[in-house]
């Protein structure tokens, strides 16, 4: 079912991060459809929209925008064990986001010099919900709180039309949109939404206009990333983030009933998704594959599982020691990586590249996509090697106020002068004498 990849006798020069192969997810292929989905949504706003909606989706939607009243029945009609779940996730990740929030930071550096680093809250944000494969309710809060943490003052949620509810977004996730009093909702999915974003549309006789935004996030397919990765330039994005991924380091401490129900946990998402186990033990490998077999057979989900953990992007990476596997996990740069090692705080806080980073046996992925308080938005594809997750940090952007009386300026008047003419400016210089002498006469 999954295959084994053994490093123990490579050459200290081996490139670990192509050692272990990703999923081909070859977004410059879909680049010219996605093109043109969007060049639609440009030229033919709201008609454009439905229409596309219709083609993927399969359900015509003539208003895209979902009614008050719905987001409210969908809230009163919620599962009140289902509600709870959201409303302590939502609790924890609020707690988590007000201590992300940065000050402003003042640095005086002399007599009447003083420049402030200031965070102001993008005006704007789109944020977007997948509903393919699974109603993904937890992006809503994913998404939704760290962005009202920040103070962002206008939030758009898009998540795609389901026949199965007469061309409406899921009830689970517009019942989590009331939670948070989210109140702008469409019912637009795919790469058209991003347009929607990102261009915005007119408003006509019967529907209001909707305002293009400052910024996109959330995950999607392939489709949607494209479309990100495309409109990049007219918006915000927060990432191309691709199929999931889980990586787990383990030694012989670890309980492989665990190790695997991890391991399936995220190959349910995706049949793309990547789940890899990076171990010292020979005898953990073997009983992981004995669990893999007879927990995947019992899983709702198991012919998608079965090919995910059967594709390329999966394996079993037998490492000489936990050394090689820090080498190896580092350099994957997972967007979920666990740690189930003896010293497992020890290991994790020497990791330096994973998007989230869950410490011990009692710290699953599953954990952090609900309800740890983290934010399971993240970098894949080894982008966390320079990329982070989403957070309030995200929602805002930096300004830089830059306060000088004269004497400050003239402080430093000369050293600008002369650089403004080592780089051949000389009208920049000139921006400054202009007011030294000035003050000079006065």
Known sequence: MIRRIDLREADPGVDYRSAVPRADFDIEAAVPAVHAICEQVRTGGRDAVVELGERFDGVRVDDVRVAPEAITVALEQLDPDVRAGLEESIRRLRATCANELETDAVTDLGPGARVTHRKVPVGRVGLYVPGGLAPLVSSVLMNTVPAQT???GSIALASPPQKEFGGSVHPTILAACALLGVEEVYAVGGAQAIAMFAYGLPADAEHPAVDRVDLVTGPGNIWVVTAKRILK???????EAGPTEIAILADDTAEAAYVAADLISQAEHDPLAAAVLVTTSERLAAQVEDELETQVAATKHSERITTSLGGKQSGIV?????????AVVDAYAAEHLEIHTEDAAGWAARVRNAGAIFVGP????SLGDYCAGSNHVLPTAGCACHSSGLSVRAFTKSVHVVEYSAEGLAEVADHVVTLAE?????GHGAAITVRTRAEQTR
């Open 318 to 326: 037998l490492v000489r020691d936990l050394e090689q596997g820090l």
């Open 150 to 152: 920040a103070g962002v």
């Open 362 to 365: 009692h710290a699953p992925v």
């Open 233 to 239: 330039g007219q918006v915000g994005i927060d990432s």
């Open 422 to 426: 080592a780089e051949d400016l000389p």
